[in-house]
Nanobody, 118 residues
Framework: QVRLVESGGGLVQPGGSLRLSCSAS???????????WTWYRQAPGAQREQIAF???????RFDDAVKDRFALSRDDARNTVYLQMNNLKPEDTGIYYC?????????WGQGAQVTVSS
């Protein structure tokens, strides 16, 4: 069974940057069969929504709200995907979750809290 752990959240001022990590662990055959990765954000009082996607070939797609400010990268040797967030805005505040693609309800973790505030 694959397990995902997010890390790297914190408090940052508007205009600042953070890098979130999503580390996967589990049987090698399960990790190798992953089709892609997704990042979601749940703002206070709102539904969780997808903001970023990377397929297993490295192609990425971003929600318009974060496009041009966020970037995805991965380290296959560490089974880790990174979400680099630049020029953060107060509206980026929320809990950030990663999941695989297609997303699995069984893989939601604790998420990483990101707070953008002066």
């Amino acid at each position: 069974q694959v397990r995902l752990v997010e890390s790297g959240g914190g408090l940052v001022q508007p205009g600042g940057s953070l890098r979130l990590s999503c580390s996967a662990s589990g049987p090698p055959e399960s990790l190798m069969s992953l089709m892609g990765w997704t990042w979601y954000r749940q703002a206070p009082g709102a539904q969780r929504e997808q903001i970023a996607f990377m397929n297993n070939r490295g192609s990425t797609r971003f929600d318009d709200a974060v496009k041009d400010r966020f970037a995805l990268s991965r380290d296959d040797a560490r089974n880790t995907v990174y979400l680099q967030m630049n020029n953060l805005k107060p509206e980026d505040t929320g809990i950030y979750y990663c999941n695989v693609w297609p997303p699995s309800d069984a893989l939601w973790g604790q998420g990483a809290q990101v707070t953008v505030s002066s």
